[in-house]
């Protein structure tokens, strides 16, 4: 999800484009979405979150292999 300028870019083209993004649907649903992955990424880095346990376990595996 995102917008798309061509090569050939005019000023109103892009005045157009981030109207649109400001204060148009398109602009809220990237909010929307970027709220979600924040959260996501969030949940993720916590104490006991994915990336977190992964870590964890890598580690373990990389002290233990020696």
């Known amino acids: 999800m995102g917008m798309e300028i061509d ?3 005019k000023r109103d083209e892009v005045e157009s484009l981030v109207r649109q993004l400001v204060n148009g649907e398109k602009g809220k649903e990237l909010k929307s979405k970027a709220i979600e992955w924040k959260k996501k990424a969030e949940e993720a880095t916590s104490q006991g979150g994915s990336s977190s346990l992964n870590f964890d376990k890598m580690v373990k595996e990389v ?3 020696k």
């Open 7 to 9: 090569n050939d870019v």
């Open 63 to 65: 002290l233990l292999s």
